[in-house]
């Protein structure tokens, strides 16, 4: 079985990940805060500890909601959309492979970096200046796709838009 567009499921833990993805944005900086605190003699702020822990597990959520989406992709696949150009269609595919895939790798180095090798947290930087690229390169293709070809590619998102064909 095969569907046109992505089940509500599917929608509402995309829009999800982009929720936690701003909430890793706000609780990142606490880490830093935390872990220079006791170098320079002062106690570290409660609420810095308890941010570093919501960065934790709001990435730990992500991991998941990324898991369940490509299980549900696979139990029932999406037909893709349409490209005026092949080529745009493949690299639109290795754009979400990419993306799952950082998605999946965040957590892990994130989780390395906090409790076993520290050195992962290089990787867990670069990283997450992977995730801004690649998200750049996400939002760039859905703002071509509904303002030049107007083609209601976001309502496989579940959001209606006026003035597509
Ligand atoms: C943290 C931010 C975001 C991440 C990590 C993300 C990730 C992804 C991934 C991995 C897919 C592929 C789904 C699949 O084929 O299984 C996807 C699809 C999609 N995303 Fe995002 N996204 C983000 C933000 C956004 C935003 C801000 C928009 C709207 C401007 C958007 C609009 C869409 C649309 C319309 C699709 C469906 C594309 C299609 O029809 O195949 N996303 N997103
Ligand atoms: C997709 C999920 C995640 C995103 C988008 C994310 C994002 C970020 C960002 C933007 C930074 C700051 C990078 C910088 O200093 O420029 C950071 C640092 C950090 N994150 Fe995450 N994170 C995620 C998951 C996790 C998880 C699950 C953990 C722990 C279990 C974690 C632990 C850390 C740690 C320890 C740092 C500090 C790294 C260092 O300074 O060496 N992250 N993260």
Excluded at 11 to 38: C, D, E, K, M
Excluded at 75 to 82: A, D, E, K, M, N
Excluded at 101 to 122: D, E, H, Q, V
């Amino acid at each position: 079985m095969t569907r046109h567009t992505y089940s509500g499921l599917h929608q509402s833990l995309h829009w999800a990940t982009f929720a936690l993805f701003l909430v890793q944005l706000w609780t990142y900086p606490a880490i830093g805060r935390t872990h220079h605190a006791p170098h320079f003699g002062v106690p570290i702020d409660p609420f810095d500890l308890f941010l570093h822990q919501v960065h934790a597990i709001s990435g730990g959520l992500i991991l998941v909601f990324a898991i369940v989406r490509l299980w549900l992709r696979h139990r029932t696949p999406v037909i893709p959309p349409r490209f005026p150009y092949p080529a745009l269609s493949t690299i639109s595919k290795l754009a979400h492979l990419a993306l799952y895939t950082t998605l999946i790798l965040l957590p892990i180095t994130g989780f390395l970096k906090m409790y076993i090798i520290s050195a992962a947290g290089l990787v867990h930087i670069l990283l997450t200046r992977l995730l801004y690229v690649l998200l750049v390169l996400h939002v760039v293709g859905v703002l071509v796709h509904i303002l030049i070809w107007r083609d209601g590619l976001l309502e496989r998102m579940g959001i209606k838009l006026p003035l597509q064909r």
